[in-house]
């Protein structure tokens, strides 16, 4: 099977909505496959560094929640023959890396100026756990490469520990992502046990279990296995989990370093401390070897329990004898439970919370409404990657359904910085979805965001032949800035009551009149967006710390309806057409 024949590329190729994104389509997939990003569209919208003077960076994705960032470059080679990417692009990424982490910010290009400000914020205040440096291209991994993104990885640190010595122990990954690392990921994405190969494991004995569709055995295994089965396969192990080993850290909040330092220092309480692993696999059966006991697998996929294992996998040494762990192994051919035995496993975890909405009667609610508009398809969170890099003709993410929501209603900050945490708070989460949120309102919102995007875009575009005026040059200064989407949004939807000539007592009861689509509901905006873009300098104050002061936020969103209702009559005709149409 040849490159362009593999089940990763025929995926990418049916991705027409990445096509747009040109030469740095396959970057964002890769970004989401790794990642599972669910609107990857509308995260390439802030993330992406426009061509130009990019300094060699031509993505800088932060996510604050997680604790990551990933700086990438990128290589489309025309032809498929060639048995190396140019190693000379993986080197580009030391001069990113010098721009963005060792520069004045007064000193940076508009064009990678906000993506340096909140990677050196994020540093310093601590919350970038791990750096992920990525040069991504379509042709094989090499030796050379290697050679020099070890290189980059070297900059990165000295760069760190120069420019910020009280934050130097970030965790620092460079990798070449090339056909190899992209078919492992999507493997690992559709399929749930990527290892396959058979292990004959020691063991205490143990029990069996079993019901219609599954069986399990529960038994104690040694912790010195587990490491030695870590330094073979690492993250492979993981194929079947929604989330990875996150790294340990030296803080005594951190469960990681407890697992470490038990597996260590107290290696015969391990068993008792730990909560243990789940393991799926293809079968199991158990082997009598005189007085030793052993159970045979075939496959092998941690479902829960990454944590232990990836800190157990990274001792400096073997842990001793008599440390052991709890696993349940667990075989099982009917997909849907296999789906639901990792589902509920990994609900525990808070980063997951947001999948498991769902069943939420609101989200319940939503869904049914969504069925009677034909134009649009809502996918409430399910969790797991393979759903996110799946093309969705026509679908509207509850994940951004719930961002536009968060800006309209007074929070853009929450929309920019807690996409996920709003899943997780029972009181954010209801303050957005509600008895009162409907599928009309939600169509109101996220077409308010999407034509704000869609201006931003079309600046961009101008920018390729210089055709920008000197407003419009304005204008984009202000989109150039991370998160200005959501907060121009925001704005627009605190000027409605002005725009409308009415008093809106709940802004949930807003939405379009009659049956339309999602893209003529996008197509309602402009004119508004258009004016509103050019009262878009006072709020760059609200961005100005990357949305951490609230009541910077709010100021400028004062400026910003000043200057609105000051406009009012000249605007009118304008306002009164688009009021007609809002009910």
């Known amino acids: 099977m040849t490159t362009s024949d593999s089940p990763f590329w025929a995926a990418f190729r049916s991705r027409d909505d990445l096509a747009k994104f040109g030469p740095d389509a396959l970057l964002l997939f890769a970004l989401q496959m790794r990642f599972g990003v669910e609107d990857i569209s509308m995260e390439a919208t802030d993330s992406l560094v426009e061509g130009g003077d990019d300094k060699k960076a031509d993505l800088v994705y932060i996510d604050s929640e997680s604790g990551y960032a990933v700086i990438a470059q990128t290589y489309m080679s025309q032809t498929l023959d060639k048995k190396e990417a140019p190693a000379n692009k993986a080197s580009d990424l030391n001069t990113a890396i010098s721009w963005l982490l060792n520069r004045r910010i007064d000193d940076l290009p508009a064009t990678i100026k906000s993506h340096a400000e909140e990677l050196q914020r994020s540093i310093k205040d601590k919350s970038l756990k791990r750096l992920y440096i990525w040069y991504v291209h379509n042709l094989p991994e090499s030796q050379n490469v290697r050679n020099e993104l070890e290189n980059v990885e070297f900059t990165s640190r000295s760069v760190i520990k120069s420019s910020f010595p009280e934050c130097d122990n970030i965790e620092i990954q460079a990798l070449e992502v090339g056909v190899l690392t992209l078919e492992e990921w999507y493997k690992a994405i559709s399929t749930p046990i990527l290892v396959s190969e058979e292990f004959n494991i020691p063991t205490i004995g143990g029990f069996g279990i079993a019901e219609e569709d599954w069986k399990a055995y529960v038994t104690s295994i040694p912790a010195k296995w587990l490491y030695e089965l870590f330094k073979s396969y690492k993250t492979k192990l993981f194929s079947a989990n929604v989330r990875d080993y996150l790294g340990s850290r030296d803080v005594?909040?951190?469960?990681?370093?407890?697992?470490?330092?038990?597996?260590?220092?107290?290696?015969?309480?391990?068993?008792?401390?730990?909560?243990?692993?789940?393991?799926?696999?293809?079968?199991?059966?158990?082997?009598?070897?005189?007085?030793?006991?052993?159970?045979?697998?075939?496959?092998?996929?941690?479902?829960?329990?990454?944590?232990?294992?990836?800190?157990?996998?990274?001792?400096?040494?073997?842990?001793?004898?008599?440390?052991?762990?709890?696993?349940?192994?667990?075989?099982?051919?009917?997909?849907?439970?296999?789906?639901?035995?990792?589902?509920?496993?990994?609900?525990?975890?808070?980063?997951?919370?947001?999948?498991?909405?769902?069943?939420?009667?609101?989200?319940?609610?939503?869904l049914s409404e969504f069925q009677s508009i034909h134009s649009i398809k809502y996918l409430p969170r399910r969790g797991g990657h393979e759903d996110a890099?799946?093309?969705?003709?026509n679908a509207l993410l509850s994940v951004t359904a719930g961002q536009a929501l968060a800006a309209f209603h007074k929070d853009p900050d929450i929309?920019?910085?807690?996409?996920?945490?709003?899943?997780?708070?029972?009181?954010?989460?209801?303050?957005?979805?509600?008895?009162?949120?409907?599928?009309?309102?939600?169509?109101?919102?996220?077409?308010?965001?999407?034509?704000?995007?869609?201006?931003?875009?079309?600046?961009?575009?101008k920018t390729k032949n210089n055709s920008l005026t000197e407003i419009e040059n304005s204008q984009l200064s202000y989109f150039r800035k991370r998160g200005s989407t959501f907060l121009l949004a925001s704005a627009i939807a605190r000027c409605l009551e002005t725009l409308l000539n009415k008093q809106i007592p709940n802004m949930f009861?807003?939405?379009?009149?009659?049956?339309?689509?999602?893209?003529?509901?996008?197509?309602?905006?402009?004119?508004?967006?258009?004016?509103?873009?050019?009262?878009?300098?006072?709020?760059?104050?609200?961005?100005?710390?990357?949305?951490?002061?609230?009541?910077?936020?709010?100021?400028?969103?004062?400026?910003?309806?000043?200057?609105?209702?000051?406009?009012?009559?000249?605007?009118?005709?304008?306002?009164?057409?688009?009021?007609?149409?809002?009910?």
């Open 252 to 366: 005594d909040s951190n469960i990681n370093n407890a697992i470490k330092q038990t597996a260590h220092g107290d290696p015969k309480h391990f068993w008792v401390y730990n909560n243990g692993i789940t393991v799926l696999t293809h079968e199991f059966k158990e082997i009598e070897k005189g007085k030793e006991k052993e159970l045979h697998i075939k496959g092998i996929s941690i479902i829960n329990g990454a944590q232990t294992t990836g800190v157990v996998g990274n001792l400096d040494s073997p842990p001793e004898n008599s440390a052991n762990i709890l696993v349940r192994f667990i075989t099982c051919k009917n997909n849907d439970t296999v789906y639901n035995i990792v589902r509920y496993n990994n609900s525990q975890n808070k980063i997951t919370a947001a999948d498991f909405r769902s069943n939420d009667p609101i989200q319940q609610r939503l």
């Open 389 to 393: 890099i799946k093309r969705r003709p």
């Open 415 to 461: 929309a920019y910085h807690q996409k996920t945490h709003m899943w997780e708070d029972d009181k954010l989460y209801c303050k957005y979805f509600n008895e009162h949120t409907t599928a009309k309102h939600i169509m109101f919102v996220y077409s308010l965001l999407q034509s704000v995007e869609k201006k931003k875009l079309g600046l961009l575009e």
């Open 509 to 583: 009861t807003l939405s379009f009149i009659g049956n339309y689509s999602l893209e003529e509901a996008i197509n309602r905006w402009p004119d508004i967006v258009d004016i509103a873009s050019s009262f878009t300098e006072p709020l760059e104050e609200g961005l100005s710390d990357g949305f951490k002061t609230r009541e910077k936020v709010d100021a400028a969103i004062k400026t910003f309806q000043s200057l609105i209702a000051a406009t009012k009559v000249a605007n009118a005709t304008i306002y009164s057409k688009f009021a007609e149409r809002v009910n």
